[in-house]
């Protein structure tokens, strides 16, 4: 029976960002997670569309709750109670936390509001924003998105070209990665990733 419906996925527009993804990711040896909420697994979709993905493709996760952000992504009782609202940083902790789960070179993570409505206070929710964030051990990258629009499944394909284009731009050598330090427990300063 042949299909009535348009079934084509990845949208056209993203295939050659794909096919470079892959290219940079396959020259290199590298591996890939994806850590997702309001993308809703369409960043991992997209790349698992890509023929021979299991080379480089290890896993991805939709946190788009805090129970399962707890339970997959590492968070702790203190980003329970100190979460507001999505940010870069909270994104790229996110993302840092399953690429060392998943053991991989690189992770993707991505955390907004798609529309069209937002939880109110104390949460700071932007319809039609995300924050994203690539990690690897050297460092990271991040990005904020704003659509402009409400527009549910809209912002879902924007959120997601999006995240495909910074992971682009960090694998091209387009952007480069940020090295977040923290204090260590003599005192002195300690790379993060």
């Not at 690189?106 to 039609?128: D, M, N």
Request: proline fraction near 6%; include cysteine; charged fraction near 20%.
């Amino acid at each position: 029976m042949e299909p009535t419906e348009d079934y084509s996925f990845p949208p056209a527009s993203f295939k050659p960002l794909l096919t470079e993804i892959s290219g940079l990711l396959r020259s290199t040896s590298s591996t890939l997670a994806v850590a997702e909420t309001t993308a809703g697994g369409l960043v991992s979709a997209s790349l698992l569309s890509v023929s021979g993905a299991s080379k480089f493709f290890v896993g991805g996760a939709t946190v788009y709750t805090t129970k399962s952000r707890r339970a997959w992504a590492g968070w702790t009782d203190e980003n329970l109670v100190n979460y507001n609202g999505p940010t870069p940083e909270l994104v790229t902790e996110l993302a840092a936390n399953v690429r060392e789960q998943m053991d991989v070179t690189y992770c993707v993570g991505e955390s907004g509001a798609t529309g069209p409505t937002v939880p109110g206070p104390p949460f700071v929710h932007i319809a039609g924003q995300t924050c994203i964030a690539v990690v690897s051990r050297e460092g990271f990258a991040t990005r904020v998105v704003n659509t402009g629009i409400a527009d549910r499944e809209k912002n879902m394909v924007a959120f997601t070209k999006a995240a495909l284009e910074l992971l682009r731009d960090v694998l091209a050598g387009d952007v480069k990665l940020e090295q977040q330090r923290r204090p260590d427990s003599e005192g002195s300063e300690a790379a993060r990733f």
